[in-house]
């Protein structure tokens, strides 16, 4: 299983970015893809999440909700990351994990066993 994520940057308050995660070594269309991240001195958390097998069925938490949206594309393999609006708050490693135990869609860190190994994103004016 690989997992490689790109697309961070440095970036001013209220710009965009686009993340993207390509995905191999597993059924890409039967898995849940979460996007994480991780400020210095903070614990990992949870940015947004979506099941390959329906791409309807997504998971935003209160502060990324209406500013980020998550995608994927089964012909390319890849999860996409869509942050509009960002701030300083947004600041953080981003990572991309899967979860390939097809036991239901979970959003907890510690149900992802595969993880890449993060791009940087920096919101600051």
């Known amino acids: 299983v690989q997992l490689l994520e790109s697309g961070g940057g440095l970036v001013r308050p209220g710009d965009s970015l686009r993340l993207s995660c390509a995905a191999s070594?597993?059924?890409?269309?039967?898995?849940?893809i979460g996007w994480f991240r991780q400020a210095p001195g903070k614990e990992r958390e949870e940015v947004a999440c979506?099941?390959?097998?329906?791409?309807?069925?997504?998971y935003y938490p209160d502060y990324v909700k209406g500013r980020f949206t998550i995608s994927a594309d089964s012909t390319q393999g890849t999860v996409f990351l869509q942050m509009d609006s960002l701030e300083p708050e947004d600041t953080a490693v981003y990572y991309c994990?899967?979860?390939?135990?097809?036991?239901?869609?979970?959003?907890?860190?510690?149900?992802?066993?595969?993880w890449g190994q993060g791009t940087q994103v920096t919101v600051s004016s």
């Open positions: 994990a899967a979860d390939l135990s097809r036991s239901g869609f979970y959003t907890r860190v510690s149900q992802y066993d595969y």
């Open positions: 070594g597993f059924n890409f269309d039967d898995a849940v």
């Open positions: 979506i099941s390959t097998s329906d791409n309807s069925r997504t």
